[in-house]
């Protein structure tokens, strides 16, 4: 049951939420999908655009949970536990199931054939920065793998040996950090590079991004920059392994979406048989494109120049 009183206090701190700075962190992945899937379901925010969520309902909230909660679904249970227990207890919490109902979706096609550019006014000192690649494969292409490593390179979780982040915090000093991140769904997908800087240093910081992609297309990783991905990639596998509710997810996220779970061993597995600087590089040349690419400015983008933003990226 959801009682009036605490949707009419969520509204409420929504509101204010929307107000705040760190706030705008989490709006940039609507943003995001609004604009690499514009004109598809993936586009369309979960729960909806903040207006929309404002003016919910304690029955919209029900009509959503029905529509949500239902088969199929998967459950994923990390720990020393009896598995027998775990099914007792999931028929108890859960009650009859449904096992019948069957996923609505339509596959993704798109329709994007020059780089896109939105810009999106946003009460915060610093331009937050976007470059979105879309991905044509989902989470159960062989590739996934490939993406992980090069994702990884770009600067997964900021890493600090990641060149843009040694060249853009160690040496020009132009924003506080800058990372990456690969995520797919069931048939296509975004490998996104992240950061902020100050308005005027928009252009320089889409110039050096656009120059790294440049880069991992015309030239092979070196044998210590695919050892150094490698090793960072395999610590945060292992890492997540360790987390139960961290890997709890992932392995449901795998069996959801690409019909399968994909253990620790069997991702370390895969890296070694299938990722190696020729195929890092393949993809870097095919999906690092211009025609492929969005670019989301969120923040004082009033006076931002839009020829001079896409002149910045132009050698994509």
């Known amino acids: 049951t959801f009682p009036e009183r605490l ?20 709006m940039l992945g609507d943003f995001e999908d609004e604009t690499v899937f514009a004109g598809h379901e993936l586009s369309r925010r979960l729960f909806g655009s903040r207006e929309e969520m404002l003016s919910l309902t304690v029955h919209d ?8 909660v239902r088969s199929p679904i998967v459950i994923s249970v990390v720990g020393n536990v009896d598995p027998k227990n ?19 979706w339509r596959p993704f096609r798109s329709t994007q054939h020059r780089a896109r ?30 993406l992980s ?57 889409l110039n050096g991004i656009a120059a790294e992609y440049v880069r991992l297309r015309d030239q092979r990783l070196t044998a210590q920059e695919l050892e150094l991905a490698l090793k960072s990639l395999i610590e945060l596998s292992e890492d997540r392994s360790l987390d139960p509710v961290r890997y709890a997810t992932f392995l449901g996220e ?12 069997m991702f370390v597995e895969r890296i070694a048989e299938e990722v190696s600087v020729e195929s890092i590089q393949r993809l870097a040349r095919l999906l690092l494109r211009r025609e492929r690419t969005s670019i989301i400015l969120v923040g004082q983008v009033k006076r931002l120049n839009r020829k001079n933003i896409l002149r910045a990226v132009e050698d994509l």
């Open 7 to 26: 949707v009419r206090e969520e509204m409420h701190r929504r509101g204010v939420e929307e107000m705040l700075d760190d706030d705008t962190i989490e």
């Open 61 to 68: 909230i029900r009509s959503w949970h029905r529509r949500m």
């Open 86 to 104: 775990v099914g007792q207890l999931f028929r108890r919490k859960f009650g009859r199931v449904r096992t019948d109902g069957r996923l609505a």
């Open 117 to 146: 550019l939105r810009l999106v006014p946003w009460p915060t000192q610093l331009v937050h920065i976007v470059v979105a690649t879309l991905v044509t494969f989902g989470l159960g292409d062989r590739r996934r793998i490939v």
């Open 149 to 205: 490593a090069l994702n990884n390179h770009l600067g997964e979780g900021s890493r600090w040996s990641s060149r843009l982040q040694m060249r853009f915090v160690g040496k020009q000093k132009l924003v506080y950090g800058v990372g990456s991140n690969a995520w797919n769904f069931r048939d296509a997908g975004t490998l996104t590079t992240t950061t902020q800087c100050e308005p005027e240093h928009v252009e320089t910081v």
């Open 254 to 265: 795998q069996t959801y979406i690409a019909g399968g779970p994909i253990t620790h061993e």
